[in-house]
């Protein structure tokens, strides 16, 4: 691979940084903008986003997530 300075601070940082997520199928597409969601005050773009079926399910990823517990009911939809 290329030499470690070539790279560039933010690149390695994010590389150190990285942590798996738990996915079943992931699919990644280039497209020419973020996906873009209207907000009180106007729109919101981001590169990832995830919708579960409730406040509840929430919190019930958040305690399966650290306790390596796979949670098959409601599973979140990421986009």
Do not use: N
């Amino acid at each position: 691979m290329t030499p470690k300075d070539l790279w560039g601070h933010d690149f390695l940082d994010g590389v150190d940084t990285w942590e798996g997520e738990i996915s079943e199928i992931v699919a990644h597409y280039a497209c020419k903008e973020p996906p873009k969601y209207p907000v009180k005050v106007g729109t919101l773009a981001v590169c990832e986003s995830a919708i579960l079926v409730s406040p509840a399910r929430l919190l019930r990823y958040a305690y399966d997530y650290p306790t390596a517990g796979v949670g098959l009911d409601d599973p979140p939809l990421t986009i």
